[in-house]
Structure formats: C-alpha cells, structure tokens
C-alpha cells in the first residue's frame, strides 16, 4: 500500500486518494491463502492503476533509473575486470543492483540518484548467500539461458553479466514484462536502454503482473522455456511467482533480500546480497 501511494503521487495528476481507496479494496477482496503474494499484488495494482492518469506511472523514474546506473557501468565493470573470479563479480554487480526497487516497503531506494553514494558500500557487503558450486555447474553445462529482468535501473548492471555469459558462448533471451507495471522493465525500456541489443532475442510475459504467471504465458514464452537449459530470474517478485511452482529446469535466482519474508524464506538476514539456484522447489547444494 506504501507503494501504491507512491506510485499514485508520481505524476503530480492522479487522484491518490482515489487510487489508494481502489488498492484497498483490491487488497480486501483478494487477500487469501490460496493466493499468492504476487496473485494479491497484482490485484491491487491493476484497481490501482485504473485510477490513474497514465498508463506507466514510473516512465520518468524509469528512464532516469537507466541513466543513473549507466554512469556506474564503467566503475562496475573495471571492479569484474580487477575480480580473480569473473563470474563471482558480475553476479554480485547484478545482485546490488536489486536495490533500485522504487516505492516499496522493504529496504530499497525510492530515488535512482541514491544509488550512486551507496554503491561502493553494497559490493564491499559482497553475497551473503552464495552457491558457487551450484551456479558455477549450471552456467557452465548450458547452452541457451532465460533471463527474466526485474526492475529498469538495474538492468543496466545486468548487462555486464549477460555480456559475460555470451562471452562464454550462451545464448540469451530476455524476458521483460508485458504491460508497463511498477518500475519493471518493459519491452519498450529494453529497446530505450539499449538492454535489448545485449540480448539474443527478447520476450516479454503477456501480461500485466507482478513477477510472472506462469499458468498463463505467451506460447512464444512457453516454446522459450521448454527448450532453456538455464533460467535466471532477477529479484524478489520473480523469485515470488516461482517459490510454490516446482518448475523441471534449474532456476538461478540473484536478489538482494529486501523484506523479511523472502530474507527468512531463504535463511538469511534482510539486506543479504543473494545467488542460490532452485530445482522442481527445492534448494540445489544443500
């Protein structure tokens, strides 16, 4: 609910009280335990959203989002080139970058230009929860990896892994979301941020939702993932659509843990830079 009066005052146009009456009851009629968080958040954002005066409240916070973690590009890249281990460095970049979750309750930033200052401090934290058997084993036997993006922002540190990865001759496709929702990259940001032109193909989801739904995607999505050897999912929504699913193809999930019920659902403390990898539900390595 924080972030549906955030979102709602972003364009200074909207009737946010209007659009907080609608997310709450939204809220009050989909709350259920047979729903998933995802299932209730999407509820409550698409009554949120028809209240507004545009279709992409985060347009603007998006684009400056791209702009701001394109400046740290270079300083990331030099930190992976400077690393022993590659791979270990541009997992990490990539997880830190899970801090650009504009609006939300947990320990995110609601601003891009936070990001910047803390930088430096987020990769000193380096990854708490580390699989490095696992995920090393799993890159290196794939052949074709689905990437499923997160937030705009840090999509642009993304790209330092996916240009890693292609390197060592993966073919990636990239898996955006459908419908413009929250800060999520969309298949518009991909082509604006120049994301798109890192990948081998990309995809988006459909829809309209929070994370995925993955009983109801595009059957291009569907043929995609049926024949990855790899899928990697970036951030916490991502990892939420998938936590109940028992899905047969490894899954790499890379997030910072920013509230406490994925920290606890993971085993480690809130604010833990996070890569452990998923198969058919269960954790891999343990």
């Not at 000193?124 to 799993?138: C, F, Q, W």
């Not at 604006?192 to 890192?198: C, H, I, V, Y």
């Not at 994925?262 to 480690?268: E, K, L, P, Q």
């Not at 833990?272 to 998923?278: D, G, I, L, P, S």
Request: aromatic share 6%; net charge negative.
């Amino acid at each position: 609910m924080r972030r549906v009066l955030f979102q709602s005052r972003l364009d200074g146009r909207s009737d946010d009280y209007a659009s907080v009456e609608a997310g709450l009851k939204a809220f009050a009629a989909n709350i259920s335990p047979d729903k998933t968080t995802v299932e209730v958040a999407t509820a409550v954002h698409a009554a949120c959203y028809a209240r507004l005066s545009t279709e992409d409240p985060y347009r603007k916070i998006k684009a400056n989002a791209d702009i701001v973690a394109d400046r740290l590009v270079p300083c990331a890249q030099a930190y992976v080139d400077a690393s022993e281990d590659r791979m270990d460095a541009v997992l990490l970049v990539s997880a830190v970058g899970n801090i650009m979750d504009f609006g939300s309750a947990a320990q995110a930033i609601d601003d891009p230009e936070e990001f910047e200052p803390i930088f430096d401090r987020l990769v000193s934290e380096g990854l708490g929860l580390y699989d490095k058997e696992v995920i090393s084993s799993l890159i290196m036997g794939a052949r074709s990896i689905l990437f499923f993006f997160d937030n705009c922002g840090e999509s642009q540190l993304d790209r330092i892994l996916i240009r890693e990865l292609r390197k060592k001759g993966k073919k990636v496709t990239g898996v955006v979301r459908g419908k413009s929702i929250l800060g999520d990259v969309t298949a518009e940001d991909a082509e604006r941020s120049g994301l798109a032109m890192d990948l081998d193909k990309l995809l988006d989801t459909g829809k309209f939702f929070v994370g995925v739904d993955w009983g109801s995607m595009p059957e291009g999505l569907v043929s995609e993932v049926l024949v990855s050897d790899l899928i990697i999912m970036k951030g916490m929504a991502n990892y939420e659509s998938v936590s109940d699913i028992q899905i047969p193809i490894p899954i790499i999930h890379i997030l910072r843990a920013k509230c406490i019920p994925v920290a606890d659902s993971i085993g480690v403390p809130q604010g833990t830079n996070a890569v452990f990898a998923v198969l058919n539900g269960r954790r891999m390595g343990e």
